[in-house]
């Protein structure tokens, strides 16, 4: 974190080996003169439309010519960057189905040639009702949270500490229908930070994040790196509908305000329906005015329930193009100040000046029913391409599709 005069800045340095090209290297020598040896540093910062880049890159200068004076100095540090990363596995425990327990393969691994990621899914109620969201209206106990601090605390004991003393690396993934509604969370956090010690990013809805007490105590969990909260639209209306309930727009804005100066990664999750394509471009100036990265996300379907629920809000492909494109001149903009990504749409979905800016976080495979239209099949995106879901051509029919050969 750097003091500038404009306030805090988050900045992350990395530090590579001299096997990391691409890189804006800053380096120092552990050994002579020679090339081979040299440590490069690069550095981001995380929130760059809130302050002015020469103050900046003046202060993460100094940082840099401070580290790299230091680094021959720090004796184990070649031999981390030599080290390489062992492949990773990943060991989810979601909220239903069977018993939460930590089984033998999970418990093998702690001296295995894998490092682990556990994913846990806290028990916490979600005060709004998102129109796509099928978990929207489960209520969970105190208890249940109290289950959830005895789990992590046995995973810690059982797999972290001693897959650590066998040069196993582990982190956690922790989500929730609102985590922020979590009463053991503050101990969830100080156990995972004082024991694998990675930093955690948090998902959650505005609601708690809207009052200033609010954003401060998650703000101040220890360990936290970055919090995303989600935005619908750029109105009470069409927000408001969405998540279910009045008023959660307002407490948006709220939230984006109550975390603007505040010294964590901040991300808004735009999540895009029928009722939100002409609002694209009002959700980008909103989203950049406040410093946060923006990911705009197509409507997803996993499971059954969510291809039901999502089929009054299924946009048109026509819909989505027509957003872009009138948003396209203040999503490039805002792009040179902000992170912004374009996830999980078909490519025919995006103007081609934007599709530098998209990404997929999902498989075809993955998801519940999705397929490719028929006139798709002759398009050279299509082995890459998400696809729609059935429900999609059942609706809206495929004379939209422009397969791309």
Same mark, same amino acid.
């Given at each position: ?46 929130? =760059? ?56 393969? #999970? ?19 979600? #005060? ?5 969201? =099928? ?24 797999? +972290? ?28 956090? /100080? ?91 009002? +959700? ?30 299924? =946009? ?13 001149? /203040? ?10 990504? #374009? ?63």
């Amino acid at each position: 974190m750097l003091t500038t005069p404009d306030g805090f800045a988050p900045v992350s340095v990395h530090v590579a080996g001299p096997d990391t090209s691409g890189k804006r290297p800053f380096s120092g020598k552990l050994h002579g003169e020679s090339p081979d040896k040299h440590i490069f540093l690069s550095w981001r910062v995380w929130r =760059p439309a809130l302050f002015q880049r020469e103050i900046i890159v003046e202060h993460v200068m100094t940082l840099m010519n401070s580290l790299a004076k230091s680094l021959p100095k720090v004796t184990w540090l070649e031999e981390v960057l030599e080290h390489k990363s062992k492949a990773k596995r990943t060991w989810a425990y979601e909220l239903y189905g069977e018993k939460r327990i930590v089984g033998p393969d #999970l418990l093998d691994a702690v001296s295995g040639s894998y490092e682990i990621e556990l994913y846990v899914h806290l028990h916490s109620t979600c #005060l709004q009702k998102c129109l796509f969201c =099928p978990a929207a209206s489960h209520s969970f106990s105190r208890q249940q949270q109290d289950a959830d601090l005895d789990f992590i605390n046995e995973l810690i004991e059982r797999i +972290v500490i001693p897959a650590a003393a066998n040069g196993v690396y582990t982190t956690f993934r922790l989500d929730a229908d609102d985590i922020s509604g979590h009463y053991r969370l503050p101990e969830i956090m /100080q156990a995972i930070s004082n024991s694998a010690g990675n930093p955690v990013s948090l998902i959650l809805p505005a609601t708690r994040l809207s009052i200033p007490s609010g954003a401060d105590a998650i703000v101040d969990l220890p360990g936290l790196m970055g919090l995303t909260t989600t935005v619908f639209g750029s109105s009470a209306e069409v927000h408001d509908k969405i998540a279910g309930r009045p008023g959660a727009f307002v407490e948006t804005l709220r939230a984006f305000k109550n975390l603007s100066n505040k010294p964590v990664w901040l991300n808004a999750h735009f999540v895009l329906s029928n009722l939100s394509c002409s609002q694209i471009a009002e +959700v980008v100036d909103t989203v950049s005015h406040f410093g946060m990265d923006l990911r705009i996300q197509n409507l997803i379907a996993d499971c059954d329930a969510h291809e039901t629920m999502l089929r009054p809000l299924l =946009p048109r492909i026509d819909e989505v193009l027509s957003g872009f494109a009138v948003a396209k001149e /203040q999503i490039l903009a805002a792009s040179e100040r902000i992170g912004i990504t #374009l996830s999980d749409f078909p490519i025919c979905f995006i103007p081609e000046e934007l599709r530098h800016l998209t990404r997929l976080d999902y498989t075809r495979q993955s998801l519940y029913q999705y397929t490719l239209s028929p006139v798709c099949e002759k398009c050279r995106h299509k082995d890459d391409c998400l696809g729609v879901p059935s429900t999609y051509i059942e609706l809206h029919g495929t004379q939209a599709f422009a397969p791309e050969e």
